[in-house]
Nanobody, 122 residues
Framework: VPLVQSGGGSVQPGGSLQLSCAAA????????MGWFRQAPGQEREFVAA????????NVADSVKGRFTISRDNTKNTVFLQMNSLKSEDTAVYYCAARPWDWRTSGGEYDAWGQGTQVTVSS
């Protein structure tokens, strides 16, 4: 399923950003969605995932309490709300989709968005 990301940009530490990821095909409701990030020189890192319903989520410890993943199946879109951003959150963020259940390993996702840069700097 083609995924198109939007959002991101530059923000000061402590600020907020929201990323969106829209699926061009479907049925979107049958896909679990994930967010990953990759900083320069580092491996891709799991950030958050959501199952087919809004209540089934998993968030990495590094962002727990600051990032929230949600989805709107009527709009075929998944969101990543990022609050209290830190410099170490700077990375390219990717959304990903896989059928049925979420995973924390990027290798288990079938489709990927184009990536969007998030820069946290004063």
């Amino acid at each position: 399923v083609p995924l198109v990301q939007s959002g991101g940009g530059s923000v000061q530490p402590g600020g907020s950003l929201q990323l969106s990821c829209a699926a061009a095909g479907g049925p979107f409701g049958l896909y679990a969605m994930g967010w990953f990030r990759q900083a320069p020189g580092q491996e891709r890192e799991f950030v958050a995932a959501i199952g087919r319903s809004d209540g089934d989520t998993n968030v990495a410890d590094s962002v727990k309490g600051r990032f929230t993943i949600s989805r709107d199946n009527t709009k075929n879109t998944v969101f990543l709300q990022m609050n209290s951003l830190k410099s170490e959150d700077t990375a390219v963020y990717y959304c990903a989709a896989r059928p049925w259940d979420w995973r924390t390993s990027g290798g288990e996702y079938d489709a990927w968005g184009q990536g969007t840069q998030v820069t946290v700097s004063s």
